[in-house]
Each structure stands twice: as C-alpha cells, then as structure tokens.
T-cell receptor
C-alpha cells in the first residue's frame, strides 16, 4: 500500500531562515506528488505539484520542491521564511492514474518567529 | 477559480443522532469527490471516494453503514454520520476533483463535528 512519511512533526524557525521539510513515499510506480498548506482556520491550499519533467518544481509564495526518484523523496524548500508562512504543511501522493485518491503524510507544523 | 463549499462548518449533536455534511462544487462539475477525516495534530485520513451515480468506495477499516455517502449529482456529495458517538468527533474534509482542469483537487473548508 502507498504511504507517505513526513519526518518533522514541528519545525520552529526565525524569520529569514531557510526551510526544508522532508517527505518520503513508498510506491514503486509512477507517482504524482503534491505539497499542500493549511493556514490556521483555513482549508487546504495547493503549494505545488509534480507530475513529470523537471524534478525541481516551483510553487506559489516562493516555495519549491525537488523530486528525487532514487530516494523516493519530494522535499519542500524555501530560502527565506516569513512569519506568514506559519501553517501546517502536508505532502501528498497520488499513485498511478491522475485524478485518483490522494494519500497524505502526517503533516509538519511550521512556526516562524518574527 | 474552483470552489468547494462544505457545510456546516461546525456541528454539535447528541450521541445516537445522525448528522449530514454537504459538499458542493460551485463552479465546476465534480464526478469524483473524496471524504477525509482529520484528527487534531494529525494528517488527513481518506475515508472514501464517491463517484457520481455510483456507490462510494470505502477505505479499509471505514464502516460504510456508519458513514453513508451519497453523490447524486455532479455538484453535490453528502456524508451522513449515523448513530454518532463521541469517538466520531473529528474534522471532516471533502475534496472534489475538477474534471475541467488539467489536474485539480479542490478542498472544502471542513466540518468540525462534536458528539456529546
């Protein structure tokens, strides 16, 4: 069965620090990968997604993620975080056909200190 | 952009009663909708996939007789929690697949269910 693992449960950073959130998945075939953000009291929003092509994907709000197939990883990065990036971040995987069910990781809570 | 309206946003019900949660795609047709459950500080757990006009597909361990899903139209899916118990208290989120976009999932804002 597919599974998604996010290594960090809670990350605390100061503003302007660099961010990297880990995400690993277990599935041997073709995958589509996503990062979502959930701000306090709000619904999930898509940050970025990877289907194929360039493994370095750029998303909204300065976020990017790199797909490393050999490591089954899709880590999220941002060079300089802001206080407004405080939120919960979820990695998700859809295996096989597009449009199928998404499997989510456990989530990482990011707290950015002003 | 694509919007999914989910309501109620919060509901409190007594043990033994049933609660219905609605998920509507407002400006697109959603042949497929997904229902998730999220416990505090935890991830979204997929409960079931509903397809318009057919029976929902439930994930392993999810009681289909307890969590009734109906997807009668291309814009509406409902989740009914029957004979609710306190352990059913959770945050329920729906997601709709946007058939008009290249590959889009749009999420509702969620429903906080508290069973007392």
């Amino acid at each position: 069965a597919q599974s998604v693992s996010q290594h960090n449960h809670h990350v605390i950073l100061s503003e302007a620090a660099s961010l990297e959130l880990g995400c690993n998945y277990s599935y041997g075939g073709t995958v589509n990968l996503f990062w979502y953000v959930q701000y306090p009291g709000q619904h999930l929003q898509l940050l970025l997604k990877y289907f194929s092509g360039d493994p370095l994907v750029k998303g909204i709000k300065g976020f990017e993620a790199e797909f490393i197939k050999s490591k089954f990883s899709f880590n999220l990065r941002k060079p300089s975080v802001q206080w407004s990036d405080t939120a919960e971040y979820f990695c998700a995987v859809n295996a096989g056909s597009r449009g199928g069910k998404l499997i989510f990781g456990q989530g990482t809570e990011l707290s950015v200190k002003p | 952009g694509a919007v999914v309206s989910q309501h109620p946003s919060r509901v409190i019900c007594k043990s033994g009663t049933s609660v219905k949660i609605e998920c509507r795609s407002l400006d697109f047709q959603a042949t497929t909708m997904f229902w998730y459950r999220q416990f505090p500080k935890q991830s979204l757990m997929l409960m079931a996939t509903s397809n318009e006009g057919s029976k929902a597909t439930y994930e392993q361990g999810v009681e289909k007789d307890k969590f009734l899903i109906n997807h009668a139209s291309l814009t509406l899916s409902t989740l009914t929690v029957t004979s609710a118990h306190p352990e059913d208290s959770s945050f329920y989120i729906c997601s709709a697949r946007n058939t008009g976009s290249l590959y889009g999932y749009t999420f509702g804002s969620g429903t906080r269910l508290t069973v007392v």
